[in-house]
T-cell receptor, first 112, second 114 residues
Framework: DQQVKQNSPSLSVQEGRISILNCDYT??????FLWYKKYPAEGPTFLIS?????DKNEDGRFTVFLNKSAKHLSLHIVPSQPGDSAVYFC???????????FGAGTRLAVHP | DGGITQSPKYLFRKEGQNVTLSCEQN?????MYWYRQDPGQGLRLIYY???????QKGDIAEGYSVSREKKESFPLTVTSAQKNPTAFYLC?????????????FGEGSRLTVL
């Protein structure tokens, strides 16, 4: 049973427009929600996170929104740039051991 | 520079052979993790360790073994019992006191079984 779902395997966006990546979860016990960016044949790099007690966190062009009632997490990138083209994973933490549960990822392509 | 080093980056193995993937970190992190990534899937947790000489199974530990004899090192052995070992393996670490949940990842090791 998947606890974390990224229902869109891919997303194509024009440069300068907004990219919205989504993540749904089933367990209410997660306390931190993270987004990672990954290029092929490399390890994921941390992008932005949000605590379960907040509903929005911004860092430059990246904003993460958390809707706890809907069990929905989203990442907004605006404006999108070609260098943002990568696979984006949402990752959710449950418990104190920093164990993360990852979604399957969404491949973002930003084209000129 | 501080970071996590995984080696080798690419590894080929014949069926029936055990292989060991290395993971070393100089970040002074307490906890270390091994994840596996398959095409079209998210990262799945194999094993994790919070302190030296202690480790716990993750979601897909069958066919794998680990050791944590030093704080800096957390090698993963893929045994011949692992039925589908071809995958991209990622090692990660973190400070246990970090409240953000962030893990720092290495560059990964791609294992191919011939």
């Amino acid at each position: 049973d998947q606890q974390v779902k990224q229902n869109s395997p891919s997303l194509s966006v024009q440069e300068g427009r907004i990219s919205i990546l989504n993540c749904d979860y089933t367990n209410s016990m997660f306390d931190y929600f993270l987004w990672y960016k990954k290029y092929p044949a490399e390890g994921p790099t941390f992008l932005i996170s949000i605590s379960s007690i907040k509903d929005k966190n911004e860092d430059g062009r990246f904003t993460v929104f958390l809707n706890k009632s809907a069990k929905h997490l989203s990442l907004h990138i605006v404006p999108s740039q070609p260098g943002d083209s990568a696979v984006y994973f949402c990752a959710l933490r449950s418990g104190g051991y920093n164990k993360l549960i990852f979604g399957a990822g969404t491949r973002l392509a930003v084209h000129p | 520079d501080g970071g996590i080093t995984q080696s080798p980056k690419y590894l080929f193995r014949k069926e029936g052979q055990n292989v060991t993937l290395s993971c070393e970190q100089n970040l002074n992190h307490d906890a270390m993790y091994w994840y596996r990534q398959d095409p079209g899937q998210g990262l799945r947790l194999i094993y994790y360790s919070q302190i030296v000489n202690d480790f716990q199974k993750g979601d897909i530990a069958e066919g794998y073994s680990v050791s944590r004899e030093k704080k800096e090192s957390f090698p993963l052995t893929v045994t011949s019992a692992q039925k589908n070992p071809t995958a991209f393996y990622l090692c990660a670490s973190t400070l246990l006191g970090a409240n953000t949940g962030e893990l720092f990842f290495g560059e990964g090791s791609r294992l191919t079984v011939l």
